[in-house]
């Protein structure tokens, strides 16, 4: 499949990319103030190893939200 610009794309599948990117960054941030507001104490491993891995789209923020909050 060949890769299609941005104005190749239907009106829906723009609505898809955008709205996922929206989610991204929502997503992002809301792991960011949350590992900024939380103690080291609850959060597994160094906090300061969690703010590279929440830049890796979209598996960052999950795994955050999964694995790296002890409460």
Same mark, same amino acid.
């Given at each position: 499949?060949?890769?299609?610009?941005?104005?190749? =794309?239907?009106?829906? *599948? /723009?609505? +898809?990319?955008?709205a996922g990117a929206v989610i991204e960054v929502? &997503?992002?941030? !809301? !792991?960011? @103030?949350? &590992? @900024? $507001? /939380?103690?080291?104490? *609850? +959060? /597994?491993?160094?906090? =300061? &190893?969690? @703010?590279? !891995? &929440? +830049?890796? *789209?979209?598996v960052g923020p999950i795994a955050y939200f999964?694995?790296? /909050? =002890? $409460?």
């Amino acid at each position: 499949m060949p890769n299609k610009s941005w104005s190749e =794309l239907t009106p829906g *599948q /723009r609505r +898809v990319i955008a709205a996922g990117a929206v989610i991204e960054v929502i &997503l992002t941030a !809301a !792991a960011a @103030v949350d &590992l @900024v $507001r /939380r103690p080291a104490e *609850q +959060v /597994r491993g160094p906090k =300061l &190893l969690w @703010v590279p !891995a &929440l +830049v890796v *789209q979209p598996v960052g923020p999950i795994a955050y939200f999964a694995f790296g /909050r =002890l $409460r």
